[in-house]
């Protein structure tokens, strides 16, 4: 079974500039999820999609940072304007039951 | 966010020896305990899922809960060089949302 797929797997942008990461989901897992992960920090959820409805993006910094995941799948997560406090890993995760699957993260520099 | 509290670490061990990792968390009515491991550089990996109190054993890895004191931990016994990466315990309070601790970072001494 295909594990979560994400790209890239790394970014470098100037603050101010814009992003965009990709995620596909372990198949048939209908829950996923964003995470932001700063060095040295465990992973903190950004948002959390069930099917293509968005559950809960309470975490989601909403003036720099969108999600959508349109036809239930695949999702995308975009940062616009990104600030240098944005470096961080970004994983995708699915879920299976009450566990979650992560997929390889994108590193993102901004400098 | 719940908190999920970790031993700070870092924690060095010989090999064959037990490393013992240790995770308190804030929400009384979480349902869910996890174990990721982190190696340098990669994703996080699940390695036990424990949701009933007492001990669960996986090969050489042994989750032990304890709802009452909001205490999980992580045993592993014959620590081998390949185990020496960073441990995260992560809390379900009911929502499938997870909290994660920073992390317990763990070397394996050959």
């Known amino acids: 079974e295909a594990g979560v797929a994400q790209s890239p797997r790394y970014k470098i942008i100037e603050k101010r500039q814009s992003v965009a990461f990709w995620c596909n989901p372990i198949s048939g897992h209908a829950t996923l999820y964003w995470y932001q992960q700063i060095l040295g920090q465990g992973p903190k959820l950004l948002i959390q999609f069930q099917n293509n409805g968005v559950v809960d993006d309470s975490q989601l910094p909403k003036d720099r940072f969108s999600a959508e995941r349109l036809k239930g799948v695949d999702s995308t997560l975009k940062i616009q304007p990104a600030k240098l406090e944005d470096s961080a890993v970004y994983l995708c995760?699915?879920?299976?039951?009450?566990?979650?699957?992560f997929g390889p993260g994108t590193r993102l520099t901004v400098t | 966010q719940k908190e999920v509290e970790q031993n700070s670490g870092p924690l060095s061990v010989p090999e064959g020896a037990i490393a013992s990792l240790n995770c308190t968390y804030s929400d009384r009515g979480s349902q869910s305990f996890f174990w990721y491991r982190q190696y340098s550089g990669k994703s996080p990996e699940l390695i036990m899922s424990i949701y009933s109190n007492g001990d669960k054993e996986d090969g050489r890895f042994t989750a032990q809960l304890n709802k009452a004191s909001q205490y999980v931990s992580l045993l592993i016994r014959d620590s081998q060089p390949s185990d020496s990466a960073t441990y995260l315990c992560a809390v379900d309070g009911g929502d499938y949302k997870l909290s994660f601790g920073a992390g317990t970072t763990v070397t394996v001494r050959a």
């Open positions: 995760a699915s879920r299976q039951g009450p566990e979650q699957y």
